[in-house]
Structures are given as structure tokens and as C-alpha cells.
């Protein structure tokens, strides 16, 4: 509170953070989502290490992609044979 109150006090209205040099860019884009959809397309048992790799990314950039952009996942044996047989 007494920062942003000197900082009203020294003409600075904005209560955002101002960019900073050194953040880290976003590894996340169109095209990258693009390339991993491609990869796991071609391959569907490509690792997320291989991706990562492949992409020159990191492990966290290809499974956020892979899991919560693209939102793949593997199905457990019993919950897949579970969900097969409802509809036998």
C-alpha cells in the first residue's frame, strides 16, 4: 500500500505491472500447437519427451500443449473397458 500510494503521489496512475525484460516469451503459439498436433497425429505413441525435443521446447511447454490445449489423453484399461461395454 505505501508504494502504489508514492507512486499516485509521483504521477503514476496504472496499478498494472509494466512489462520487464527477461520474461520469458510464450512457447504455446499457433504454430507450435499446430506441429504437436501434427507429430501426435503421425505418431499416436510419441513420447512428450520426444515432442519437447523434436520442437526444441521444454517437457512442461509439449504437455500443457499436449494435455490441456489439445486435451489428449490416455484412456486406463478399465475405465476404456468399462466404457466399451455400454455400448455392446
Known amino acids: 500500500m505505501y508504494e502504489w500510494s ?17 520474461q520469458a516469451h510464450p512457447v504455446v503459439t499457433l504454430e507450435a500447437i499446430a506441429a504437436v498436433e501434427a507429430i501426435v ?13 523434436h520442437l526444441d521446447m521444454s517437457h512442461g511447454s509439449a504437455h500443457r500443449i499436449v494435455r490441456d490445449v489439445l486435451q489428449f489423453h490416455k484412456y486406463k484399461k478399465k475405465k476404456l473397458k468399462n466404457y466399451l461395454s455400454f455400448f455392446i
Open 6 to 22: 508514492r507512486k499516485f503521489i509521483n504521477g503514476i496512475s496504472s496499478v498494472t505491472d509494466s512489462p520487464r525484460p527477461g
Open 41 to 53: 497425429k503421425e505418431n499416436r505413441r510419441v513420447t512428450v519427451n520426444e515432442i519437447a525435443a
